[in-house]
């Protein structure tokens, strides 16, 4: 049995792109309108004799002052595009005449050449993923490179008592590296003699989500148990604003109220120190120092930058082993 005949032909990128209903863009060759694209419908086929010839009506275009009679022309298939495919985000460069858009009104610039998009969108998303990447990469490359200029003035190769000190033959201009310690430091596990007492002033640290490494001023109300103790916070009030809140911590959440012999004329950049904020002191590092008194302080656990006045830190201590004791400073004797 002879095979039938067929009369259909090859759709060409023409047939699918511009058949009637298609939403397409449409160029203008009138003067000041180069280089724009309006967005249409595709109604029919203008003629017969000429395939490339098409009826089109514009979407925001109209024929009439009330915007009821949108505007239909015969135009030519070189005028015509169908509509660009859109990524979910990009970056967009600007011109220098600037007028502001929102994201939804913006677009990726595409070529309709030889009835494809120039450039695919799969390419675009493939140079989008790689430039994402690399984003990543120098932003961790300057991260690791912030934090290793911030520590490194601040690491101790050996720490000695002060008085030692004055025994050695040190070089003059030479750079040594020591401790400040306000008193002897005692051993770790004398730390279980040390006992908080009742009216006492204290710091008291949180593990709270969103609060580690904060401390807030409070005062001992009294002893409830083996290294336990009922406080009461002097800035945090209860939840109805009724009073000062006040709540049982255990001791390895509760610190001496830091001394307030040093006093600091002015920081300098990569000083530790203790900001005030949201009612507690919170421990970060002097970024930038600013004109009037004024300080960037960078956070290291929520990567923060904030300035504050000066009245409003104070220089870091930690607490160990029961004693105050200041970071480690680069001395040039």
């Known amino acids: 049995m002879a095979p039938k005949s067929s009369n259909s032909k090859c759709k060409t990128p023409q047939d699918l792109h511009f058949k009637p209903g298609s939403i397409v863009e449409i160029s203008s060759d009138d003067d000041g309108f180069r280089g724009s694209w309006y967005v249409g419908t595709i109604i029919r086929r203008a003629s017969t004799k000429n395939p490339n010839k098409y009826l089109v009506q514009y979407e925001k275009l109209f024929n009439d002052k009330a915007g009821k009679k949108p505007l239909r022309e015969i135009l030519d298939l070189v005028q015509l595009r169908p509509v660009a495919p859109r990524e979910k985000q990009r970056k967009f460069k600007g011109t220098r005449e600037q007028i502001v858009f929102g994201e939804e009104d913006l677009r990726l610039h595409r070529e309709w050449d ?64 020591e401790t400040l310690i306000l008193k002897e430091v005692k051993p770790i596990e004398a730390m279980s003699d040390e006992k ?106 929520s990567e923060e930058e904030m300035m504050f006045r000066h009245s409003e830190l104070r220089l870091h201590q930690d607490w160990i082993g029961g004693e105050w004791i200041l970071p480690s400073l680069a001395v040039k004797l």
Do not use: C
């Not at 006492?200 to 969103?210: A, K, L, R």
């Not at 911590?249 to 610190?255: F, P, Y």
């Not at 109220?257 to 421990?283: C, H, M, Q």
């Open 114 to 177: 030889n009835g494809e998009w120039q450039p695919s969108l799969e390419r675009v998303q493939e140079e989008k993923q790689e430039e994402n990447e690399e984003e990543d990469e120098v932003k961790e490359e300057k991260k690791k490179d912030k934090l290793k200029e911030e520590v490194e003035p601040m690491i101790t190769k050996e720490v000695k008592p002060i008085e030692a000190m004055t025994e050695e033959k040190v070089s003059k201009g030479m750079l040594v590296e």
């Open 196 to 301: 908080f007492s009742k009216g006492m002033p204290v710091e008291v640290s949180s593990d709270e989500e969103g609060f580690e490494g904060a401390w807030f001023a409070a005062t001992i109300v009294e002893v409830v148990g083996k290294d336990k103790y009922l406080i009461e916070y002097q800035s945090l009030r209860t939840e109805d604003d009724s009073d000062f809140l006040r709540e049982e911590v255990d001791i390895l959440h509760i610190r001496p109220r830091p001394p307030e012999t040093i006093v600091v004329d002015r920081f300098k950049l990569l000083d530790e120190v203790d900001a005030s904020y949201n009612d507690g002191w919170w421990v970060g590092v002097i970024a930038k120092v600013l004109a009037d008194s004024k300080y960037i302080v960078y956070f290291r656990d």
